[in-house]
């Protein structure tokens, strides 16, 4: 039986071709480096054997980075993240990467070229198109990407080199070294009290305003909303159960579409959740039910029972988009500036903290990670809540329980 080679064994052989090869053994594998002559062999394979015992050696050293994160996303990322998140991770490396740094070898790359991509595309890295005012010819929007955006990228490149440097093919991860933009707070749109009450006068008698009084309420999301059935109510218990969502989102195993309706689970465990409801929220979800269900035997055999509770006049789903038109138009007649879906989740967190809510509390109910992640969004709410909360102390003095030195 033959021996099995050692790693860092090699010998010099010609080829019949003229060319000369040097082979060596990694991992009990026989590889093989070229040259013209026997010397430009020797030195090649002196490298190689000098990486694998000082433990530098690469695997696939000619693998591009565009390759490895086009293998990364299908075989690492895809079967673990969201269709969302994947769709985002597709778009930041056709998009972004390969067209920048996807050309430069796996195996070479270091941190100083990431560093320069990641500023370059603060600065003027964006890529998407609008249509000139004057030519009315699609042209690259300027400016460059948010610092959300760089840090999303930078997590899913972390991610990728990270398992690299597991499968052997990079020595290091050089992400790792890289200096990130610090993030800005962007200003938060919160409805004002009057504002919400104009908004909530404006959506009365309105079929799908029960949804904004909803997520007003309880501050949930737009494809959370939407994914609502009945069967997630419970009106004897007063709550509601968050279990699934429904957004339309890019998709990549349909050529006839671009796009389609994605019903799925929330994006964490966290965001699996049981809210409570205010009392005053029962008997309206109760009318709601009743008119959808007036609806239903109006439709007859047409009705499509899927027991949403965001539907159309069929029982079908309603778009993401043709809800947020809805909101757009209850926004005008409440005569209140233009302003996106989330806002109202926003508006539900900081009245909750303006009205002494527990930050645990309310983080459980907004389905955030931990208490902290509600602490960094609503900060703004917090100062009065804090001072009313200090006041609570002075009971202390003045029952004397305490004691001036």
Not at 45 to 59: A, H, Q, R, T
């Amino acid at each position: 039986m033959a021996k099995k080679r050692a790693n860092g064994e090699g010998t010099i052989r010609q080829r019949k071709d003229g060319r000369w090869e040097g082979l060596y053994t990694v991992n009990y594998k026989r590889k093989s480096v070229y040259g013209k002559t026997q010397d430009e062999v020797r030195k090649r394979l002196n490298k190689v054997l000098n990486d694998i015992d000082s433990g530098m050696y690469i695997e696939n050293a000619n693998i591009t980075f565009g390759a490895w994160l086009d293998e990364w996303l299908e075989v690492y990322a895809k079967p673990s993240v969201k269709l969302s998140t994947y769709g985002s991770y597709e778009g930041y490396i056709r998009n972004h990467i390969k067209p920048e740094i996807g050309k430069i070898k796996l195996s070479v790359l270091r941190a100083d070229m990431l560093q320069k991509f990641i500023n370059q595309k603060l600065t003027n890295g964006r890529c998407d198109k609008v249509k000139d005012t004057e030519t009315k010819k699609l042209v690259t929007r300027k400016g460059g990407l948010s610092e959300k955006t760089i840090k999303n990228m930078y997590n899913m490149i972390h991610s990728a080199l990270k398992q690299a440097y597991r499968n052997g093919l990079v020595n290091q991860n050089v992400s790792e070294l890289i200096t990130l933009p610090k993030q800005k707070r962007n200003e938060m749109c919160v409805l004002t009290v009057d504002e919400q009450r104009a908004l909530q006068t404006a959506v009365q008698g309105e079929r799908l305003g029960i949804g904004i009084i909803l997520s007003l309420f309880t501050g949930i999301r737009l494809g959370e909303l939407l994914g609502l059935k009945f069967e997630d109510i419970d009106l004897d218990a007063k709550t509601i159960t968050i279990r699934r969502t429904l957004n339309r989102l890019k998709v990549f195993d349909n050529p006839d579409k671009k796009t389609d309706i994605v019903i799925g689970e929330p994006k964490t465990n966290k965001a699996k959740r049981v809210i409570p409801l205010q009392d005053f929220l029962i008997p309206l979800l109760k009318a709601h039910k009743a008119e959808i269900i007036k609806e239903r035997f109006k439709a007859s055999n047409l009705y499509k029972n899927d027991g949403f509770v965001i539907c159309n006049e069929f029982g079908g789903y309603i778009e993401p988009r043709t809800y947020q038109d809805f909101f757009k138009r209850m926004l005008k007649k409440a005569e209140i500036k233009n302003t996106n879906f989330h806002t109202l989740r926003h508006t539900f967190a900081t009245r909750a903290l303006e009205n002494g809510f527990d930050v645990k509390v309310l983080a459980d109910i907004l389905g955030h990670a931990d208490a902290s992640t509600t602490l960094n969004k609503y900060a703004h709410a917090l100062p009065d809540h804090k001072k009313t909360s200090m006041e609570k102390l002075s009971c202390l003095y003045e029952r004397g329980c305490v004691s001036c030195v």
